[in-house]
């Protein structure tokens, strides 16, 4: 019979109890029953292993009683993905890019799969926020940008044109970039897009600012402007 006991002691004991109990023994004979032979492991198949193995003869009957612990198959599954090799275009792309940590927590690019284009794909997502926001102010079209662009004077929206145009051409060298493919100009295009995007995104923040700012105001006042 299979018992699945971790501990092998505790295995042990039970081993005498149980015969014991067979025979209808006396603690003092239980007591004195000979050592068990005990032999350690095994494989039990692909679910268990073998601790130990008891074999108690007792009156002509032989006992053998095992000693078993469940394999941790999740155990085995993350040794084989600590184990796993790194992807050789990762190592390739990281001695490439020497920032490529930065540029992962910056973009959220993914772990796997990551390639050149891919990181200007990323890249040209946030460029299109920032542009997004601006022409928002320049050309409201929706509700709350007819509400916020009125908080802009014509000098500020002139200087909004320019970080426009400055940001809309990082955009279109990040398009040329992605087309041509090629790794010479595309690592290049990726480093000078990242220090644009450092350089430009804490004005970005302030003009964020400003929009939030707009409501707030108006809200002060009370008062509610129609659009009709």
Same mark, same amino acid.
């Given at each position: 019979?299979?018992?699945?006991?971790?501990?092998?002691?505790?295995?042990?004991?039970?081993?005498?109890?149980?015969?014991?109990?067979?025979?209808?023994?006396?603690?003092? #004979?239980?007591?004195? %029953?000979?050592?068990?032979?005990?032999?350690?492991?095994?494989? %039990?198949?692909?679910?268990?292993?073998?601790?130990? !193995?008891?074999?108690?003869?007792?009156?002509? $009957?032989?006992?053998? #009683?095992?000693?078993? +612990?469940?394999?941790?198959?999740?155990?085995?599954?993350?040794?084989?993905? !600590?184990? @796993?090799?790194?992807?050789?275009? @990762?190592?390739?792309?990281?001695?490439?890019?020497? /920032?490529?940590?930065?540029?992962?927590?910056?973009?959220?690019?993914?772990?796997?799969?990551?390639?050149?284009?891919?990181?200007?794909?990323?890249?040209? &997502?946030?460029?299109? %926020?920032?542009? !997004?926001?601006?022409? $928002? =102010?320049?050309?409201? &079209?929706?509700? *709350?940008? #007819?509400?916020?662009?009125?908080?802009?004077?014509?000098?500020?929206?002139?200087?909004?044109?320019?970080?426009?145009?400055?940001?809309?051409?990082?955009?279109?060298?990040?398009?040329?970039? &992605?087309? $041509? /493919?090629?790794?010479?100009?595309?690592?290049? +295009?990726?480093?000078?897009? *990242?220090?644009?995007?450092?350089?430009?995104?804490? &004005?970005? =923040?302030?003009?964020?600012?400003?929009? $939030?700012?707009?409501?707030?105001?108006?809200?002060?006042?009370?008062?509610?402007?129609?659009?009709?």
């Amino acid at each position: 019979m299979g018992i699945p006991f971790k501990n092998v002691a505790k295995c042990r004991r039970y081993c005498k109890a149980h015969v014991a109990r067979s025979h209808s023994l006396s603690n003092r #004979l239980v007591s004195e %029953l000979s050592s068990v032979d005990v032999k350690i492991g095994g494989s %039990l198949g692909a679910d268990f292993f073998c601790r130990a !193995k008891f074999i108690v003869n007792f009156k002509n $009957q032989r006992y053998v #009683l095992l000693c078993m +612990t469940k394999k941790d198959t999740r155990k085995d599954a993350k040794k084989d993905v !600590k184990s @796993a090799p790194k992807s050789p275009a @990762a190592d390739a792309l990281k001695g490439k890019i020497k /920032n490529l940590d930065m540029l992962k927590k910056e973009y959220e690019l993914p772990e796997e799969n990551l390639t050149l284009n891919a990181i200007l794909r990323k890249m040209s &997502e946030n460029l299109e %926020l920032y542009l !997004k926001i601006i022409q $928002q =102010i320049l050309q409201p &079209e929706e509700f *709350h940008s #007819l509400h916020e662009c009125g908080i802009f004077d014509d000098k500020e929206k002139g200087k909004l044109l320019e970080l426009y145009k400055r940001i809309i051409i990082v955009h279109r060298e990040v398009l040329k970039a &992605e087309i $041509q /493919n090629e790794d010479k100009n595309s690592l290049s +295009t990726i480093q000078y897009t *990242h220090e644009e995007i450092r350089s430009v995104k804490p &004005e970005i =923040i302030l003009i964020v600012g400003r929009l $939030q700012e707009s409501w707030k105001v108006d809200a002060k006042k009370g008062n509610v402007g129609y659009f009709g």
